[in-house]
């Protein structure tokens, strides 16, 4: 059974910086793709970035050339680096592990971005 436990979010001001760390259980966490997602309240959760077991990563438009996905399979962690942070980043973001068969989510982290 894998388990993902997100941290790293917090309060911060537009225009500063935080990065989310994941860390997965389970010794096969290098052939996994993974992904971080967000969701605020009464809306559907959205992608952020993700990447591949590769290392090829993809990003959401709205966080392109402000946020950095990396992963460090010798640690089973993933990371999102989010830089030049704006208030609609805030909301509750969730590390993702995809496998063929099932999808496994942390229990989430608030970023909250505001002056």
């Known amino acids: 059974q894998v388990q993902l436990v997100e941290s790293g979010g917090g309060l911060v001001q537009p225009g500063g910086s935080l990065r989310l760390s994941c860390a997965a259980s389970g010794s096969t966490f290098r052939i996994y793709d993974m992904g971080w997602y967000r969701q605020a309240p009464g809306k559907q959760r959205e992608l952020v970035a993700t990447?591949?077991?590769?290392?090829?990563?993809n990003y959401a438009d709205s966080v392109k050339g402000r946020f950095t996905i990396s992963r460090d399979n010798a640690k089973n962690t993933v990371y999102l680096q989010m830089n030049s942070l704006k208030p609609e980043d805030t909301t509750v973001y969730y590390c993702n592990l995809h496998t063929t068969t099932k999808d496994y989510w942390g229990q989430g982290t608030q970023v909250t971005v505001s002056s």
């Open positions: 990447i591949t077991r590769g290392g090829s990563a």
